[in-house]
Each structure stands twice: as structure tokens, then as C-alpha cells.
């Protein structure tokens, strides 16, 4: 649990579909929507 590699996170999870997402995808896969788990942009 103290590791985290910095590659390989947690998949997202689509806001939109539920559909998870590897962690690097920055849109879903299924619906194209945007994975913003994080507020970044704004
Ligand atoms: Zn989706």
C-alpha cells in the first residue's frame, strides 16, 4: 500500500458510463467523454 507507482494508477471510472478507463486514457473509451476525476482545468 505505501507503493504507488506513478505509471500505473487506479483505472478511471466514466462519470458518464461507468465504463473504466485505464488510468492514462484521458477520454473514455466508450463514450468518448472527458475523464476529469481532477479539477485541473476549470
Ligand atoms: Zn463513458
Redesign the pocket.
Known sequence: MCFRPPSASKPKK?P??D?LNPPIAKN?V??K?ALTEEKKEK
Request: glycine residues 0%; positive net charge.
Open positions: 466514466c458518464n458510463c465504463a473514455c466508450k463514450c467523454s
